[in-house]
């Protein structure tokens, strides 16, 4: 059985852009767990959080993170807090390899401008939002078999990265 690729990371990571050109390479199909949720339910990630509140969406979360475990040969691109919740780890664990994607405040900053998806970012300072919360993540984004900076390396050369990865590992 293929495993899933499971990228997780901080929001403005890239694990959606990069996570769509992974399973093109691999001919994976790609499930963005963001928009999963806003399919399922109906209503922006923006709009759960302002009407339904933060609890709602991580057991929408928690609910799909179950479904996927059940799958095979997908890449998914899981929303920047799914990892935070041990369970969820677990399931996407039992079938998949765990890929952290990172960069550094500043180039995440210039990301996640638009904050439509991203409402735990929206009140106060944006920057220092972000330094506070990836530090508060950093051990659970730590529980990933690899970690990429993609700050530092173009798009094309973290996928050549984790793909070298998975074949020396015999996921792929
Ligand atoms: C969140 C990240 C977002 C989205 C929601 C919560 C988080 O996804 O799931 O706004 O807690 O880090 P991205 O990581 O795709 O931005």
Redesign the pocket.
């Known amino acids: 059985m293929k495993k899933n690729i499971v990228l997780i990371g ?3 990571s890239g ?2 852009t990069l996570g769509r050109r992974l399973a093109k390479r691999l001919g994976y199909k790609f499930i963005d ?2 928009s999963a949720i806003e399919q399922v339910t109906g209503k922006t ?1 923006e709009q759960i ?1 302002r009407k339904d509140g933060e609890i709602r ?1 991580r057991s929408e979360e928690k609910l799909l993170a179950r479904k996927l475990s059940d799958r095979s040969g997908l890449v998914i ?1 899981t ?4 990892v935070l919740n041990p369970e969820n780890v677990e399931l996407l664990k039992q079938n998949g390899a765990l890929i952290c994607l990172r960069a550094d405040p500043k180039i995440i900053l210039q990301r996640v401008r638009s904050k439509k ?4 970012l929206s009140k106060g300072n944006l920057l220092e939002n972000i330094i506070r919360l990836s530090k508060e993540r950093e051990s659970a984004y730590a529980i990933a078999e690899l970690t990429v900076d993609t700050g530092k390396h173009n798009y094309e050369e973290v996928l050549n990265q984790i793909k070298r990865f998975l074949e020396q590992k015999g996921y792929i």
């Open positions: 901080f929001m403005g694990k959606s767990t963001d990630v959080f969406f691109a929303g920047g807090g799914l998806r991203r409402p735990l």
